[in-house]
């Protein structure tokens, strides 16, 4: 089976900051079974962002996926395994990884807080 993994962008600005998040490719087809990189990288200038991902699925529920920030982090009971993330806070990048299954086609949103900026990738 495939998947088919896209990406649109969706921008919020907040205040007077501009925090961003970009995430790309825009779209992808990934075999069950393999790995895919969803990558995402922001621009902040708070030193401790909070990061997330989460994902809404075809039946349109919203899945909360995992969450870090410097010092605390939390991920989903069905993440196992299975997500993990690549994140740099010098490099601003906070990329999701999944060894797919079916049940991983979704959109995936990277987002941060405070003055959050939210990406939108579909797998």
Known sequence: MTLLVGVSLLLFYRGVLCDQVTQSPPYQTVASGSKVTLFCTYHTTYSNPDLYWYRIRPDRSFQFILYRDNT????????????????SQCQKIFHLVISVEPEDSATYYCTIYPHSVAGAQEV
């Open 72 to 87: 605390r982090s939390k991920d989903a009971d069905f993440t196992q395994g299975r997500f993990w993330v690549w994140h």
